[in-house]
């Protein structure tokens, strides 16, 4: 036999589902049904077809929650006698029993590592034995979901998954071989099965990945443990996420000049510490630029074992700058961890908990809980030492309340007892700073939602706000839990790559919809228009993140879509690691990489003749770099219009840096787009860089008629100087008597005066914010989504901006930018569901649930006058001193006033009283 040996018991098992759940045993005479291992229950044919048909998350073909058996007659080769034999169940979720040969030996219940069963004492070498194993994965105590275990990610999987093998070691040999490596040496500890009678000769070395030998020795062994120091003189190079150098530590037991027992021990030479507010790999500062990884596996619903599949998915995110991941409740199989190592991927991993009860400080857990946890974390700990991609552990998903929980203390000394070589946090996300006595090596806070900071205002176009407030609170590192969170449209072709288990039955719904409303020729016009509005919107929340001193890390939710929880289609990428096209890992790694150049400017609308200001910062966390430059430029279009170079920047590496202010006298004898590039390089190398959209407007111009422009608006005094302002138009007494020195009525309200004004063939423009069944927006896209958040303040995904006239003169590509923020931001959007007829100018892109029909800008006739609606923010006086708001009701008044403005949709009066309510004359 070989020196360690595998019994390999994959294939063909007799199966049996027990559907009387309350028998306790079961003989495998009846195990009528065949089922192959390695793979869940569901994907081979067993389990019903669920009645249940899920809005917001995927579907399984087929469901099973409950008891099944398995059952297999093995024979134990010979040369197994003397032998410590273990049998390995991998991929099983979560309870199991062993039975061998019709006797119980015992029951695992972990869900984080594979069920291991020590048989060495129960089974028969030399002979044919009955192995039967009993999986129930139903939930085995009360607790909330976490997304190994939850129906929108793990999907509540039965079965085995990862595969079934015996382990066999000679008795009086190496039980277990642990490898701990820092800068300078080795400590490798051999623990033997047994105290040796007499000392045990070993010899060892250490190889690199191409099997060199780089240290050896050999020596006796004493002891039942030993622990041997081995000094590399730094022979061997360290891992980290830019070279991740691997090695192997091979012991051999030698006895009678025979090698009776080989272990092999995979490591990386690295350190990952803090200090103060930083990260360190190897003692160099490092920015964890993290994704969330939500345990989504569309083909299968469980976790696949295979190496190569994580080897695609660093890769993939290694492509968009991403050096970290967190894995969201949930430890990943071992080839994962292969994967990871290999790829250089540093990975906080986390006890599969996203439960309530450690909410309230003065109340414990229940015991079986709390003790259950513990025991995971222990395993977690003996299982994943020797990866150097392992680096973090946190006690759970969103636990506390604001003030932490000593239960979770506990649980974080406990795991730095077992190996302070790693760091931990109490929970991921919840709990608020100061930390007080929260135990953490490092916190996890949700900056977007810790006070002072909401979502609403996670991103804008003042890029001199950070998240500051939050920072200065804490003095260890910080990494911000699940930033992002905005979403885009569904994409339907999606659909046809589910060729598992699996349905992606949030679609149907939203299909069907689609149909209803004939929108599907729309859809990939959708999609464009709010993907892009999402990598625009997360560059920004990515920005303001880096620009944050103190902040060592970010936790994006997620790289990819996540199928459940209404289904948040929060990715970059789709649920397959495939690119939605919505932007370019070139484009993205300019604000998610190690290196990030900043621009801190308040405000991306100027004046002509007003001076743009740049504040130029660097994000760097690294070792130092020297003699850099950066090139800045300001173009419109393909022509510089100004440009400049800062030399001699030198970079300590320490994290966010300022370079230097940058002031550019703005002209523009028509409002214009601006681009603000940037470029940082050593000598020939470009090592990082970034560009910013800027708008620049002409002084405003009193319009040629303003003597006949009516308006009932107040406000507008300042910007139409010379208009009347009254609050009724044409009204005597109760009669109305047509004004002929009135061109252009501006009003807020539709009242019996303005209805009769444009009936009677008048040009009006509707202010409006009376509609009767407004949609109120945002500027940033809907978050996370619309089912699982309905009373967010925003629930449209975006604008699609049509080309028109009436825009002409105001700079603008078709989709949401930063110049429209202050127009639409917290605005009623029109819903224009009742007149299809009506093609909006400005359209606002509703959530995919809702699917309304809605707009910013929209033209009609009415009657025998033209009337022009909007509802953007262009009426108070602190945003009428804005300019691109300035600009853009010029523009209009401008256009309303010219043969141009000829609209071709025509709405009868009930169709008007059906969008829009109805005033008194006189309404203030």
């Given at each position: 036999m070989s020196n360690q040996a595998t019994l390999n018991l994959n294939g063909e098992w007799q199966f049996k589902l027990m559907t009387d759940q309350k028998k306790e045993t079961m003989e495998p005479d009846n195990f009528f049904d065949v089922i192959q291992v390695p793979g869940s229950i569901e994907e081979q044919g067993f389990g019903e077809v669920s009645d249940h048909f899920p809005i917001g998350t995927w579907k399984k073909k087929r469901e099973y929650e409950g008891i099944a058996w398995y059952s297999k007659e093995i024979e134990i080769p010979d040369n197994f006698q003397d032998h410590h034999l273990q049998l390995h169940i991998q991929g099983a979720r979560w309870h199991s029993e062993l039975w061998i040969n019709g006797h119980l030996i015992t029951e695992n219940n972990r869900l984080s590592i594979p069920h291991k069963y020590d048989i060495t004492d129960h089974i028969q070498v030399g002979s044919r034995n009955r192995i039967s194993i009993k999986l129930d994965n139903r939930m085995q105590m009360q607790l909330q979901e976490s997304h190994i275990h939850s129906y929108h990610t793990g999907t509540n999987w039965g079965g085995i998954t990862g595969g079934v093998h015996i382990v066999a070691k000679p008795k009086n040999g190496i039980r277990y071989v642990k490898v701990e490596a820092d800068h300078h040496e080795l400590r490798v500890s051999v623990d033997l099965f047994?105290?040796?009678?007499?000392?045990?000769?070993?010899?060892?070395?250490?190889?690199?990945?191409?099997?060199?030998?780089?240290?050896?020795?050999?020596?006796?062994?004493?002891?039942?443990?030993?622990?041997?120091?081995?000094?590399?003189?730094?022979?061997?190079?360290?891992?980290?996420?830019?070279?991740?150098?691997?090695?192997?530590?091979?012991?051999?037991?030698?006895?009678?000049?025979?090698?009776?027992?080989?272990?092999?021990?995979r490591f990386g030479?690295?350190?990952?510490?803090?200090?103060?507010?930083?990260?360190?790999?190897?003692?160099?500062?490092?920015?964890?630029?993290?994704y969330v990884d939500c345990c989504v596996f569309p083909q299968t619903g469980y976790p696949v074992w295979d190496k190569e599949h994580y080897k695609m998915q660093f890769q993939t995110a290694k492509q968009y700058g991403f050096n970290h991941v967190r894995l969201h409740g949930w430890t990943a199989p071992e080839p994962f961890w292969e994967a990871a190592d290999e790829e250089g991927m540093l990975v906080q991993t986390e006890l599969p908990h996203w439960s309530v009860y450690y909410r309230e400080r003065q109340i414990n857990a229940p015991a079986n809980v709390h003790d259950f946890y513990k025991e995971e974390l222990e395993e977690i700990l003996e299982k994943l030492h020797r990866h150097p991609s392992f680096v973090m552990l946190a006690m759970g998903n969103e636990l506390i309340s604001q003030e932490g929980h000593p239960q979770l203390n506990e649980?974080?000394?406990?795991?730095?007892?077992?190996?302070?070589?790693?760091?931990?946090?109490?929970?991921?996300?919840f709990g608020e700073l100061p930390s007080h006595d929260r135990a953490g090596d490092f916190f996890i806070p949700t900056l977007n939602w810790h006070?002072?900071?909401?979502?609403?205002?996670?991103?804008?176009?003042?890029?001199?706000?950070?998240?500051?407030?939050?920072?200065?609170?804490?003095?260890?590192?910080?990494?911000?839990?699940?930033?992002?969170?905005?979403?885009?449209?569904?994409?339907?072709?999606?659909?046809?790559?589910?060729?598992?288990?699996?349905?992606?039955?949030?679609?149907?719904?939203?299909?069907?919809?689609?149909?209803?409303?004939?929108?599907?020729s729309r859809v990939d016009e959708f999609i464009e228009a709010t993907g892009v509005h999402l990598a625009r919107s997360l560059k920004e929340t990515f920005e303001k993140a880096r620009r944050t001193p103190g902040l060592s890390g970010i936790q994006l939710l997620d790289i990819r879509d996540f199928p459940g929880q209404g289904h948040a289609t929060v990715g970059i990428l789709d649920v397959f690691w495939d690119a939605k096209g919505i932007i370019a890992p070139s484009a993205f790694r300019q604000f998610s990489n190690d290196m990030v150049l900043l621009a801190r400017s308040d405000k991306r609308t100027f004046y002509h003749k007003e001076t743009m200001t740049v504040q130029l910062d660097i994000s760097y966390f690294g070792k130092a770099i020297h003699d850099l430059n950066i090139e800045w430029q300001l173009t419109e279009g393909d022509q510089i219009v100004y440009s400049g170079e800062i030399g001699?920047?030198?970079?300590?590496?320490?994290?966010?840096?300022?370079?230097?202010?940058?002031?550019?006298?703005?002209?523009?004898?028509?409002?214009?787009?601006?681009?603000?590039?940037?470029?940082?390089?050593?000598?020939?190398?470009?090592?990082?860089?970034?560009?910013?959209?800027?708008?620049?407007?002409?002084?405003?111009?009193?319009?040629?008629?303003?003597?006949?422009?009516?308006?009932?608006?107040?406000?507008?005094?300042?910007?139409?100087?010379?208009?009347?302002?009254?609050?009724?138009?044409?009204?005597?007494?109760?009669?109305?008597?047509?004004?002929?020195?009135?061109?252009?009525?501006?009003?807020?309200?539709?009242?019996?005066?303005?209805?009769?004004?444009?009936?009677?063939?008048?040009?009006v423009w509707l202010m409006s914010e009376n509609q009767?069944?407004?949609?109120?927006?945002?500027?940033?896209?809907?978050?996370?989504?619309?089912?699982?958040?309905?009373?967010?303040?925003?629930?449209?995904?975006?604008?699609?901006?049509?080309?028109?006239?009436?825009?002409?003169?105001?700079?603008?590509?078709?989709?949401?930018?930063?110049?429209?923020?202050?127009?639409?931001?917290?605005?009623?959007?029109?819903?224009?569901?009742?007149?299809?007829?009506?093609?909006?100018?400005?359209?606002?892109?509703?959530?995919?649930?809702?699917?309304?029909?809605?707009?910013?800008?929209?033209?009609?006739?009415?009657?025998?006058?033209?009337?022009?609606?909007?509802?953007?923010?262009?009426?108070?006086?602190?945003?009428?001193?804005?300019?691109?708001?300035?600009?853009?009701?010029?523009?209009?008044?401008?256009?309303?006033?010219?043969?141009?403005?000829?609209?071709?949709?025509?709405?009868?009066?009930?169709?008007?009283?059906?969008?829009?309510?109805?005033?008194?004359?006189?309404?203030?």
């Open positions: 047994v105290q040796p009678s007499k000392p045990l000769s070993i010899k060892h070395r250490v190889e690199d990945r191409q099997g060199n030998t780089i240290l050896s020795d050999q020596m006796e062994l004493m002891n039942q443990q030993t622990t041997v120091q081995l000094n590399h003189h730094q022979k061997l190079k360290n891992w980290s996420p830019e070279e991740p150098n691997l090695y192997v530590y091979k012991v051999e037991w030698y006895k009678d000049d025979q090698c009776r027992q080989t272990e092999e021990v030479v690295r350190s990952f510490t803090t200090n103060d507010q930083k990260f360190l790999v190897n003692d160099t500062p490092i920015f964890l630029n993290g649980l974080v000394h406990h795991a730095k007892k077992i190996d302070n070589t790693r760091l931990y946090a109490d929970n991921t996300g006070p002072p900071y909401h979502i609403n205002d996670a991103a804008s176009p003042d890029t001199t706000t950070d998240y500051r407030e939050v920072t200065k609170l804490e003095t260890k590192p910080l990494i911000a839990h699940e930033h992002g969170q905005f979403t885009m449209y569904v994409r339907p072709e999606e659909e046809e790559k589910y060729q598992g288990i699996l349905e992606p039955h949030w679609l149907e719904t939203i299909k069907e919809s689609l149909a209803k409303k004939g929108l599907q001699g920047i030198h970079l300590t590496g320490q994290g966010l840096q300022p370079v230097e202010i940058i002031q550019v006298l703005l002209q523009a004898d028509k409002a214009k787009s601006l681009n603000f590039k940037v470029r940082l390089t050593n000598k020939a190398e470009v090592l990082a860089t970034n560009n910013w959209d800027y708008w620049v407007y002409p002084r405003p111009t009193l319009p040629n008629n303003t003597s006949r422009i009516w308006t009932n608006m107040p406000t507008l005094r300042s910007i139409l100087n010379g208009a009347r302002f009254e609050e009724k138009i044409s009204i005597v007494q109760h009669s109305f008597q047509k004004d002929p020195n009135v061109d252009l009525v501006i009003s807020d309200q539709l009242s019996r005066d303005v209805i009769q004004h444009v009936v009677d063939g008048g040009t009767q069944d407004e949609i109120m927006t945002r500027y940033l896209p809907t978050f996370w989504n619309y089912l699982w958040f309905p009373e967010q303040q925003g629930t449209t995904m975006g604008m699609k901006i049509h080309e028109h006239p009436v825009l002409k003169k105001f700079p603008h590509d078709p989709f949401s930018n930063w110049q429209w923020f202050h127009l639409v931001n917290q605005v009623g959007a029109l819903n224009i569901d009742s007149i299809p007829q009506v093609e909006p100018i400005i359209e606002v892109i509703d959530n995919f649930n809702r699917q309304k029909k809605l707009a910013y800008m929209f033209e009609v006739k009415v009657g025998r006058g033209k009337l022009f609606v909007t509802s953007l923010q262009c009426k108070k006086p602190a945003d009428l001193k804005r300019p691109e708001t300035q600009a853009l009701l010029l523009e209009i008044i401008e256009y309303l006033n010219s043969d141009q403005f000829e609209p071709t949709a025509q709405l009868t009066m009930s169709e008007l009283l059906g969008v829009f309510k109805v005033t008194a004359i006189v309404h203030r």
